[in-house]
């Protein structure tokens, strides 16, 4: 059974860094591109970023790049975003999910999703 | 880049059909076939429910059927049920830098 689980959230003050980990389970995870989606209170769902299997292939949403930095471990399974100069439009629930395939071009499948982890941004 | 356009609401009685719109642009939609549908209930985790415009995953029903024409990207559910009732959200492949868009989510209620 494939299993995605976030943590690392919590309350932080604009400004502030926070790191987010997935880990994941049930599937050869050096197999599988991976994606942070993230919804904020009320809103609907906004892609964040996306890894190849590699970490060969990366993209941002414009509304995070030079911020946050996407990152995997293939030999720990687990999934990273760091996110750096954090602002209260980042208050959001952030899910990892999972990619059918290796790649992230031309891809905008997430097949699996973990239950997510909340980010609040606050001072 | 701004995200796909879907009405913001849908509805109707059990055992009908209502079919959702998600408007892109000829830099997403209408370049790409790669058209996913989520549903999403409050609380859970959101479900694959169409991908690559019209393939539905092993264990969804094929009341859902998804189809695209230009720009548009529609899901069709057929045969509506009490359970069907959930947000429903677009995505798209958007081309440079990877992207992906999402539409702003369609609530669909069932009378």
């Known amino acids: 059974e494939v299993q995605l689980v976030e943590s690392g959230g919590g309350l932080v003050q604009p400004g502030r860094s926070l790191r987010l980990s997935c880990a994941a389970s049930?599937?050869?995870?050096?197999?599988?591109?991976l994606h942070w989606v993230r919804q904020a209170p009320g809103k609907g769902l906004e892609w964040v970023s996306s890894i190849s299997w590699n970490s060969g292939s990366i993209g941002y949403a414009d509304s995070v790049k030079g911020r946050f930095t996407i990152s995997r471990d293939n030999a720990k399974n687990s999934l990273s975003l760091e996110m750096n100069s954090l602002r209260s439009d980042d208050t959001a629930l952030y899910y990892c999910?999972?990619?059918?395939?290796?790649?992230?071009?031309?891809?905008?499948?997430?097949?699996?999703w973990g239950q997510g982890t909340l980010v609040t941004v606050s001072s | 880049q701004s995200a796909l356009t879907q009405p913001p609401s849908a509805s109707g009685s059990p055992g009908q059909s209502v079919t959702i719109s998600c408007t892109g642009t000829n830099s997403d939609v209408g370049t790409y076939d790669s058209v996913s549908w989520y549903q999403h209930h409050p609380g859970k985790a959101p479900k694959l429910m169409i991908f690559g415009v019209s393939q539905r995953p092993s264990g969804v029903p094929d009341r859902f059927s998804g189809s695209k024409s230009g720009n548009t990207a529609s899901l069709t559910v057929s045969g509506l049920q009490a359970e069907d009732e959930a947000d429903y959200y677009c995505s798209s492949y958007a081309g440079i830098n990877n992207r992906v868009l999402f539409g702003g989510g369609t609530k669909l209620t069932v009378l």
């Open positions: 049930g599937f050869a995870f050096h197999d599988h591109a």
């Open positions: 999910a999972k990619g059918p395939g290796m790649a992230v071009a031309k891809i905008s499948t997430f097949d699996y």
